[in-house]
């Protein structure tokens, strides 16, 4: 007969909470903290946005517990044969297709697609969905945050779309200094640095700062973490730790996340041509039902 392994421990830590991880016993009390506020996060109201589907994608931070019991990102370096962001570190994840459900079943199945992380929700529990970002003036991209909790997984590599995978620790993305021992080629190489870009609405210049992490494989040819991707751990480790980074997270003058998309979503052609010709699918569609209904 068989029996059923007691549910303790990480269940307070994520939601469904019907998974029981062997390695329990490694977390440090650190750890436990910081999944438990990540369990907690709901973005607040004011800051959720609706894109039109053709704008609006998804990335999965997989989170796990390291070795010595704390935590790990999981990163991918992009396959050099795309057309856009070649070569680039970043997160598994894409845009929403019609099939998805939820801005969190887009998440699941793009990191199921590159790296072939289980959909399975009591292997991979979700943490929290976080608000959204604005990446390139293209794209408004809302980051899911799972847990990692089988370690008997092993990536399957979408080799069109996936050139390596690799970890970061997540504390990394809260300070100045290099969580692992520099390269000694990299030694003048700082590991956290940032530059100001110019952000144009309306032909009015607006600094908007990017951050730039080393990965510790730049030898290997890895890319730093860099953009989009690093604002996106700098929040995610913000709530996880409860703290702020080390380094300001904004420019002067700098406009909140949800400024700028508001303004892409109200101003910019791509997004105002996206929302019609989703209205104008949404009648289309509506017109034929009545049509099929009057020939019932």
């Known amino acids: 007969m068989s029996t059923r392994r007691k549910s303790t421990g990480l269940l307070n830590f994520h939601r469904p909470g019907t998974w029981k ?8 009390e650190e750890t436990r903290r910081c999944l438990r506020n990540l369990a907690s996060y709901r973005a607040p109201k004011e800051l959720r946005r609706k894109a039109p ?15 010595q019991g704390d935590l790990y990102v999981l990163l991918n370096q992009r396959s050099h044969t795309l057309r856009s962001y070649a070569g680039d570190t970043s997160l598994p994840g894409g845009k929403v297709e019609e ?6 079943d887009t998440a699941r199945r793009e990191a199921f697609e590159e790296i072939g992380l289980p959909l399975d929700k009591r292997k991979v529990p979700l ?12 794209s408004v991209v809302t980051p899911v945050v799972v847990l990692i ?4 997984l092993r990536p399957v590599l979408n080799g069109a779309e996936v050139e390596s995978l690799f970890s970061h620790p997540l504390k990394g993305f809260l300070d100045t200094e290099a969580p692992f021992p520099h390269e000694p080629h990299l030694n003048e190489v700082p590991y956290y640095s940032y530059n100001d870009i110019s952000w144009m609405p309306a032909g009015r210049r607006i600094p908007i700062r990017m951050h730039r992490f080393l990965t510790g ?18 929040r995610v480790a913000s709530i996880a730790f409860r703290r702020s980074p080390d380094f300001d997270v904004i420019a002067p003058g700098q ?4 400024d700028r998309i508001d303004y892409v979503l109200h101003n910019d052609p ?18 034929h039902r009545h049509r099929i209904r009057g020939k019932l």
């Open 21 to 28: 991880s062997d390695d329990e016993q490694k977390l440090t």
């Open 53 to 67: 589907r053709t704008r609006s994608a998804a990335v999965l931070v997989g989170l796990f517990v390291g070795r």
């Open 99 to 104: 099939k998805d459900r939820s801005i969190e």
């Open 127 to 138: 943490l929290c969905i976080l608000e959204p970002f604005l990446i390139g003036n293209a």
């Open 149 to 152: 909790l089988d370690p008997t």
């Open 217 to 234: 494989r730049e030898a290997g040819g890895i890319k730093p973490v860099y953009g989009g991707t690093a604002a996106m751990m700098i």
């Open 255 to 258: 406009p909140t996340m949800i």
């Open 270 to 287: 791509k997004f105002l041509k996206a929302k019609e010709d989703e209205e104008s699918e949404r009648r289309s569609s509506k017109r």
